[in-house]
């Protein structure tokens, strides 16, 4: 099976740019899904296909693919923005799914 | 609008059997572009996928609950279920139902809606 590697956390100045990496194998052949989760609340999609951005979510959320890892940039970081975000993908091996650890970002 | 609720016990004892249904409104739960998902959050961890099932009844499940887990779908209520047995402690976690969208030959997926999610707590 594969796994998904994420940092722990990270933290941005309000305004700012900040990056979340997601890391695995299985991204060298599978597309990337990045989730944004608020204390309490259900996850929301934010990315599906490395870099497609659903209906109703801010422009400030990109995601790109490079070789292993997918990243999800948040441009202008808002205080609304704070929150765990994970990626997600399908497994190398099988029909089975997998998401990353999780990464904090706290807006400073 | 697409709309999941999950439904089921909050507490349930050790070594039983775990029974939670989704129930979807605002869109067929036969319709044959869609999968369904449940992915589970133990108290402050991550998320963890569980299971997917398409509306024929085909499943996928993740393979460290597969001996114990069944899915199953009643598209005359527009709802699917889990059931897993042999509970533990570990089992403890909030249960969220998806809709799951698996495209281009199965390399793109993700998870576009979400239930509100069901906490379930495992304890004798």
């Known amino acids: 099976s594969s796994e998904l590697t994420q940092d722990p956390a990270v933290s941005v100045a309000l305004g700012q740019t900040v990056r979340v990496t997601c890391q695995g194998d299985?991204?060298?052949?599978?597309?990337a899904s990045w989730y944004q989760q608020k204390p309490g609340q259900a996850p929301i999609l934010v990315i599906y296909?490395?870099?497609h951005r659903p209906l109703g979510i801010s422009g400030r959320f990109s995601g790109s693919n490079s070789g292993d890892t997918a990243s999800l940039t948040i441009t202008g970081a808002l205080a609304e923005d704070e929150a765990d975000y994970y990626c997600?993908?399908?497994?190398?091996?099988?029909?089975?799914?997998?998401f990353g650890g999780g990464t904090l970002v706290t807006v400073l | 609008q697409l709309h999941l609720q999950e439904s089921g016990p909050g507490l349930v004892r050790p070594s039983e059997t775990l029974s939670l249904t989704c129930t979807v409104s605002?869109?067929?739960?036969?319709?044959?572009?869609?999968?369904w998902a449940w992915i589970r959050q133990p108290p402050g961890k991550g998320l963890e996928w569980v299971g997917t099932?398409?509306?024929?009844?085909?499943?996928f499940y993740n393979p460290s609950v597969a001996p114990r887990v069944a899915m199953s779908v009643d598209t005359s209520k527009n709802q699917f279920s889990l059931n897993l047995n042999s509970l533990t402690a570990a089992d403890t976690a909030h249960y969220f139902c998806?809709?799951?969208?698996?495209?281009?030959?199965?390399?793109?997926?993700?998870?576009?809606?979400w239930g509100q999610g069901a906490q379930v707590i495992v304890s004798s």
């Open positions: 998806a809709r799951h969208i698996v495209v281009m030959a199965a390399t793109m997926s993700y998870f576009d809606s």
């Open positions: 605002g869109a067929p739960i036969s319709d044959i572009t869609y999968f």
């Open positions: 099932i398409y509306y024929t009844g085909s499943t």
């Open positions: 299985s991204l060298r052949k599978f597309y």
């Open positions: 296909g490395n870099n």
């Open positions: 997600n993908s399908r497994d190398t091996t099988s029909n089975h799914y997998v």
